[in-house]
Every structure is written in C-alpha cells, then in structure tokens.
C-alpha cells in the first residue's frame, strides 16, 4: 500500500481485483480512528446534516460547513484518499460556481475528490469540474438531496426501464469524465452490469457486493445511530450502550462527589501555602 492512497491507486487496486474500503465521517477523532484501522479512503459526506446536525434531510448543510469539516478529516487522516462531498445548490447554479466550490475543496481542504449527485442534468457539471482538473466522483442511484422532489427515497434499478437508465447514465457519467462512480440504494445485479462495464472503480453504497468498494456511515457501523437504520446497513459494534453507561457513571459521580478525586486536581506547590496565607491575610 502506498504512503498516500490517490485516486490513481484506487484505480490500480480495481484492476488487481483488490477491494476498496471506505467510511463516511465528520470529523477529525472519528477519522483518525478510520485511518489506524487501515481503511483506504474517507467520504466527508453531507450525511453530516443528519449525523452532526441532527437535520431530517442532507439539504441544510452549507459549503462553508462541509469545507471545515472536510479539513479536519484530512488533517486526521493525510494518507487516505479523502472524497468531499458537494453539497445540495453548490453545483446546480451554474457550472461556474460548481468548479469554483469544487476547487475550494481540493484548496482549502486537501481533498483528493468530489462528489456530485448526478443525473443526466449534471454531466456538463461533471465534465466541466473534471475538465479543470478536479477528480469527480458521479453519485448515481439513490440521491438524497433529491428528496424535496421526489417526497421519498427508493430502491433504484429494480426494473428494466429504471436499470437500463442507470447503467446508460454510468456509462454517460464515465464519458463525461468522471474518475469514480458511487452507486447508492440500488438492485445488486444492476450494480454488478455497471461494475462490469465500467473502466473506473465503483463504490457500493447499499449497491451489493458486486462493486469495487464498500462504504458505510461510521455511526451505522459503530452502532451509534438513533432510529432505524437502512436496509444496506450493518453494525459491527454497539457503542451506544457503553457510551451511555460511561456518561451515566459520570454524571452519578459528579453527584456523588467523587469526580474529581484528589489525584486527578492540580495542586499549590510546596511550602506555597504558608506563602499565600500571608498574602490572604492582607486582604483582611
């Protein structure tokens, strides 16, 4: 494994049959965490609004915001390849202010990728980022900054018209210029005929087994998610009940007066006392 993984070796990896690993994080404690355990790259994705935030939706998180935490993923993780992803209104404008926002992630925040929720009305986007020189990651299937028009989110490809539009759309997206696709929310079989077609490495999200890569929400794979989790998701621990009973023994310690002991305090130094009592004394 090289010292620092770039877009250039995942593909490499694709073409060994070599699996990608891949955790989508916030933040710089978590992604730390991702980087010691070894995977190989980082989604700083827009999931934030609802892990960080506590949004209902992806759509409220700003450029500003994701550029921040974006940063702090890479300066936690310098080695791993680190996809930023743009978030809802930072391309759909004009393709003006998508390259601009894109450029600001691979500046400001040492991002090695961005990733676009594309559909057939974002390939001038996705060529026109890719174009100057900003690797772009095309986010078909499932596409949650979609749900205010849509009113909900299903499975995508589970017919022969919505797959044959999917994998049209890949091969669309891949001649546009992208240098990644990550397929969300979609039927296993229409993964693999993507996978199978496509000559740059495919990312799983809910996309089966049959793609390049895999990526899960750190959250969902520590076992730290409130609420019903998707049905592509899989928990590998459950920190939740730990934390929590960490944080209740705290609390109860607070209120029992035993936190903090005497061994965790700062103290005067010696024969300081005496000193300070004569200075306390001139206070009357």
Do not use: W
């Not at 891949?22 to 992604?31: E, F, I, P, Q, R």
């Not at 894109?102 to 001038?124: C, H, M, N, P, Y």
């Not at 596409?143 to 049209?168: C, E, H, N, W, Y």
């Amino acid at each position: 494994m090289p010292d620092k993984i770039t877009i250039a070796d995942l593909l490499g990896m694709r073409n060994a049959g070599r699996k990608i690993t891949s955790v989508s994080c916030y933040d710089y404690t978590t992604a730390k965490l991702a980087a010691e355990a070894g995977v190989d790259m980082i989604l700083v994705g827009d999931s934030a609004a609802q892990v960080i935030l506590g949004h209902d939706s992806t759509l409220p998180v700003t450029m500003d915001f994701m550029v921040q935490i974006t940063a702090a993923v890479k300066r936690a993780a310098p080695n791993l390849c680190i996809m930023a992803d743009m978030p809802f209104l930072s391309y759909h404008t004009s393709i003006a202010d998508a390259v601009r926002n894109a450029g600001r992630f691979i500046v400001e925040s040492g991002a090695a990728t961005v990733k676009i929720e594309a559909t057939a009305a974002q390939l001038d986007v996705v060529k026109a980022v890719s174009d100057a020189g900003i690797p772009v990651t095309a986010h078909i299937g499932i596409r949650p900054q979609s749900v205010v028009k849509l009113g909900k989110l299903k499975a995508q490809g589970t017919t022969a018209d919505m797959a044959f539009d999917l994998i049209t759309l890949s091969d669309k997206m891949v001649k546009a210029g992208a240098s990644m696709l990550l397929i969300e929310g979609t039927a296993r079989e229409v993964a693999k005929i993507i996978t199978e077609r496509s000559p740059v490495p495919v990312i799983s999200c809910g996309a089966g087994p049959d793609c390049d890569g895999q990526i899960l929400i750190i959250s969902d794979i520590l076992g730290l998610s409130s609420g019903p989790m998707p049905k592509f998701a899989k928990s590998y621990a459950d920190l939740a009940t730990p934390t929590r009973d960490a944080l209740r023994r705290y609390a109860d310690e607070i209120r029992e007066s035993k936190f903090p002991d005497d061994g965790l305090c700062y103290h005067v130094k010696p024969g300081e006392m005496e000193k300070l009592g004569q200075m306390m004394r001139t206070l009357g």
